[in-house]
T-cell receptor
Framework: AQKITQTQPGMFVQEKEAVTLDCTYD???????LFWYKQPSSGEMIFLIY??????QNATEGRYSLNFQKARKSANLVISASQLGDSAMYFC?????????????FGSGTQLTVLP | NAGVTQTPKFRILKIGQSMTLQCTQD?????MYWYRQDPGMGLKLIYY???????DKGEVPNGYNVSRSTTEDFPLRLELAAPSQTSVYFC?????????????????FGAGTRLSVL
């Protein structure tokens, strides 16, 4: 069975500083991947970044980067130069094979608040 | 770019009423999904579809039905609404399938439907 754990229910960061959101996972799959999604107060789910276990380098997408440590089973999201618009709920998710598709298993989320 | 469009955005139902949540995507994705998000929780999969005419159950299918007559549309039906179905419902789509490749795995979400059953 797969499990995604986000241990930080809430985080605060000062504008322009970097912040790391934690995500640990448990899976028996040999090949797997990790997603991060952002959910602002308006409610939509926005894809941020993805990394597969077979990728050798940590993924980056603009100000977002993934600190992927397979030995520790962690895939932390790093947001550099935080902006007020980064205030949102952040979810870590892992695709899990279900029948003929891949279901996303989500963590419980981290509420990030960026302070001016 | 419309992406994934869900209607309605909000709805209040009485216990026992029925309704259909609409979802349409214009990205020509084969795979579509319905998730629900309860307060303070991550999303749970209700149903999914791998193409027109093919649907299958997810983690929490009880009380729901789906159909997929076209590639674009994937409606979710609640037949006898119950208070336990009060939630936010998200529709998503992806290129597909079981491949581990990044592009095929990314699921794109609609803005959600907030449903209250009273």
């Amino acid at each position: 069975a797969q499990k995604i754990t986000q241990t930080q229910p809430g985080m605060f960061v000062q504008e322009k500083e970097a912040v790391t959101l934690d995500c640990t996972y448990d899976t028996s799959d040999q090949s797997y991947g990790l997603f991060w999604y952002k959910q602002p107060s308006s409610g939509e789910m926005i894809f941020l970044i993805y990394q597969g276990s077979y990728d050798e380098q940590n993924a980056t997408e603009g100000r977002y980067s993934l600190n992927f440590q397979k030995a520790r089973k962690s895939a932390n999201l790093v947001i550099s130069a935080s902006q007020l618009g980064d205030s949102a709920m952040y979810f870590c998710a892992m695709p899990r094979l279900r029948g003929s598709a891949r279901q996303l298993t989500f963590g419980s989320g981290t509420q990030l608040t960026v302070l001016p | 770019n419309a992406g994934v469009t869900q209607t309605p955005k909000f709805r209040i139902l009485k216990i026992g009423q029925s309704m259909t949540l609409q979802c349409t995507q214009d990205m020509n994705h084969n795979y579509m999904y319905w998730y629900r998000q309860d307060p303070g929780m991550g999303l749970k999969l209700i149903y999914y579809s791998v193409g027109a005419g093919i649907t299958d159950k997810g983690e929490v299918p009880n009380g729901y039905n789906v159909s997929r007559s076209t590639t674009e549309d994937f409606p979710l039906r609640l037949e006898l609404a119950a208070p336990s179905q009060t939630s936010v419902y998200f529709c998503a789509s992806s290129l597909g399938g079981t491949s581990g490749r990044r592009a095929k795995n990314i699921q794109y979400f609609g803005a959600g439907t907030r449903l209250s059953v009273l």
